[in-house]
Each structure stands twice: as C-alpha cells, then as structure tokens.
C-alpha cells in the first residue's frame, strides 16, 4: 500500500532486477508469485518443466526469469500456500533478530500477514505468551486462531494492562509489524526493562513521533530494524539466505496460511484487488490474483 499510494521515497532505488520503472510512477511492482514452469535454459539445473516455483516477480501470467529467482515448490504443496513464502521468510528474519527465549511474553502489533505469521513462530519458538494487537476484529479473531493467547485492540493495549498482563514486568520483546507509526510508540511504552522493540514495518514517508524521555530512556529499550534484505550479522558463520530460505519454504506446509485468504480475485481484476485492499481494510487480510490455463 505504500508503492500503491505512493508513500515511497520517490528516489529510493528498486531493490529486485525484476522490478521496472521507479517509486516516482510509472512502476511494475510485486514479488509474490506462484507458476508452473514452461521451459527452461539449456543451463539451467536443479529446475525442469512442469515444476511449481515460486518467483520474485510482478504480477503477470506470463515471463522469463534468470533460475536464482525462483524457488522450487514441494509438488504436494498447495500452490496457494507457495503465495505466502516471502512473507515467511520475513517473519523468520523477525525472529532471527528478535531472538526471542523459552518462556518469554511477547507482543505483536499487527496481525495483517507478517504480524499473522509471527505470532505463529513465536509460538514454535517456545514463546511463553503472545499477546496480538490490531484494531480489525477479523484480525484479532485470526490471531487467536493461529495461536496468539490474547489480542487486544489498541486502546486496550495500554502501558499499564500491559504490565498486568505480563506478571507486572512489561512485555520482554515487541514486534512492531502494523506499519502504523503510533503503534511503534505503543510498543516502546509496551516492553519492560532493556526490552527490545524488532521493526519490521516499513514507514515510507510516514513521519515517526517517538516517546523517547520516559521509560525509553530510563528502561535501555532498544530498538532494531528488521529488514529481510540481510540477517543478524551474529548468526553469520551459521545463517545465510539460502539456509532461511529452505526454513521458510518448509514452514509452508506447517503454518496455518489458508485462513489468512480472505479474497481471490481473477488478474484481470487486478485495479479492484488494490481497491479493496486501500478502502476496505477491515474485511482483507491476503488478497491472492488468480489466473487462467497456464501459457504453453
């Protein structure tokens, strides 16, 4: 929604080779997508034709990609889930830089898709409690669904309910996933001593306003950025891209990612896609495009 309302900065560069155009317009934007395999180079290994991948590609029924851009797909698995593979391998980026610990209370701000997903993780993690913040009912109802033991709306979400809710201490860790600038001061109010807030969101040209005199100051909070375009520099003699990325594509058949399809619109209905998505957010949580007979 920030490319589509054009709240980028317009001279940030494109971060995919697939991309065309720039953040100023005209741009051919979009990096999740779900095909089966025409054909292939003469040398090109380890894909083969009628295999289901996963690409980093906008949105068409149709193109050529160099092979380091797609990823192979279990054949048994639902191609609807393949949809959501960037997506988790953000929300294991998350938790590789939050690094959350057995028995620790966390709280999640957001439960659009990332936010969903974490909530999921931190409890494979053995996160102690999750507790799920967003104003959409749909929302919420979903995040207890995949596992989140309590979601609250913003205004419950107070620094004191917090405290009560955590055994009087404050959340040890944040994740700020809304991409709402008030709710990364919510979340810095939200944790308790040298408790760490992981962002995730990305803000574009919203301006950030930040409580930074009280207990941010006082508390040690840190802040961190999370941005899936590189890993913790801690994990690297043992983390690399490759190694997050077949994590997150086996997570694919694990996590519940089916509920988070609130919509499938045919390609050719794209313009209503985003419309629905920036006027009627309380109803959207995945909007999947689908499309026709594969081009052979």
Do not use: C
């Amino acid at each position: 929604m920030l490319v589509y309302r054009g709240q980028i900065p317009a001279d940030l560069p494109l971060d995919l080779p697939t991309l065309r155009g720039s953040f100023a317009f005209p741009i051919k934007y979009g990096y999740a997508s779900v095909g089966e395999v025409v054909e292939v180079g003469r040398a090109v290994e380890g894909i083969e034709a009628g295999d289901r991948v996963f690409a980093l590609h906008p949105h068409q029924t149709s193109y050529v990609v160099p092979a380091t851009l797609v990823v192979r797909l279990p054949p048994d698995l639902p191609p609807e889930n393949g949809v959501f593979l960037a997506n988790v391998e953000t929300g294991v980026n998350v938790l590789l830089d939050a690094h959350p610990r057995l028995g620790d209370r966390v709280i999640v701000f957001g439960q659009g898709v990332i936010g969903l997903v974490v909530t999921q993780l931190l409890r494979r993690a053995g996160v102690e409690q999750v507790i799920a913040v967003d104003p959409i009912p749909l929302r919420r109802a979903l995040a207890l669904e995949v596992g989140a033991d309590l979601a609250l709306a913003p205004e419950e979400a107070t620094p004191p309910a917090i405290r009560d809710l955590t055994g009087g201490n404050g959340a040890d860790s944040a994740i700020e996933a809304s991409g709402n600038p008030e709710a990364l001061a919510a979340a810095v109010e939200a944790v308790g001593q040298e408790g760490t807030v992981v962002v995730p969101s990305w803000y574009g040209t919203k301006p950030v306003s930040l409580p930074l005199g009280g207990s941010f100051h006082r508390g040690r909070v840190r802040i961190v950025s999370s941005q899936v375009g590189t890993l913790d520099p801690a994990l690297g003699p043992r983390w690399d891209r490759a190694r997050r990325q077949a994590l997150a594509r086996d997570l694919l058949a694990r996590l519940q990612l089916a509920p988070l399809i609130t919509h499938r619109i045919p390609f050719d209905r794209a313009a209503a896609a985003y419309e629905l998505v920036d006027r009627r957010a309380e109803e959207v949580v995945q909007v999947i495009l689908t499309y026709g007979e594969p081009v052979v």
